[in-house]
């Protein structure tokens, strides 16, 4: 089936310095991938949605300055999250319509859970 | 009102119990929808596509109601594996549009 892997899984960070996190579908091409966080206890909350060979597009209230996103091929886009500060800590998971043929919906990355301190 | 609710619960059901959870959601156009499942700390899972005549997968069925606009699932002789949140999904258009999940509904399956 469709996969994507995403890492790093885990990452703490000092405040100040930027993260980076990866998403790459292994078997199948994604001209669109989608970018998400998850508070505790919440549901998870759609940041941009990343296109492949152009601008991501970035939901209300989203940084896109600070949320930097790069697809740059058809099976990587990444996350870079620029001056991370506490309040940033979060659960970032990544996905991708699954494509035709194989189970319908999205398939998601294994999550990246980001600390700073 | 939230584009998608859900009861965050958490249903708590003896094994063997029959679960239903429903979600509404606010856009009438609204195109695809899916129930996931995530487990605590780790990434959702497809459990299953919702259409409109309804489908089944084992003990789980699904349902979508357009003109009410809720999807509901229904697990039937609940185990101990299905302890986890449950997530709507809702995608606005086809293809590559914008997709909105639900907060979740949590269950705990007691033995």
């Known amino acids: 089936g469709a996969v994507v892997s995403q890492h790093p899984s885990r990452v703490i960070c000092k405040s100040g310095t930027s993260v980076k996190i990866e998403c790459r579908s292994l078997d199948f091409q994604a001209t669109t991938m989608f970018w998400y966080r998850q508070f505790p206890k919440q549901s998870l909350m759609l940041m941009a949605t990343s296109n492949e060979g152009s601008k991501a597009t970035y939901e209300q209230g989203v940084e896109k300055d600070k949320f930097l996103i790069n697809h740059a091929s058809l099976t990587l886009s990444t996350l870079t999250v620029t001056s991370a500060h506490p309040e940033d800590s979060s659960f970032y998971i990544c996905?991708?319509?699954?494509?035709?043929?194989?189970?319908?919906?999205?398939?998601f990355g294994s999550g990246t859970r980001l600390t700073v301190v | 009102r939230k584009e998608v609710e859900q009861d965050p619960g958490p249903f708590n059901v003896p094994e063997g119990a029959t679960v239903a959870f429903n979600c509404t959601y606010s856009n009438s156009a609204s195109q695809s929808f899916f129930w996931y499942r995530q487990d605590c700390r780790k990434e959702p899972k497809l459990l299953m596509s919702?259409?409109?005549s309804g489908n089944e997968d084992g003990r789980f069925t699904a349902q979508l109601n357009r003109a009410s606009q809720y999807i509901s699932l229904l697990i039937r002789d609940s185990k101990l594996s299905d302890s986890a949140t449950y997530l709507c999904v809702v995608n606005d258009k086809g293809g590559y549009q914008k997709v909105t999940f639900g907060t979740g509904t949590k269950l705990q399956v007691i033995p």
């Open positions: 919702v259409y409109s």
């Open positions: 996905s991708a319509r699954a494509p035709a043929g194989a189970s319908s919906g999205y398939t």
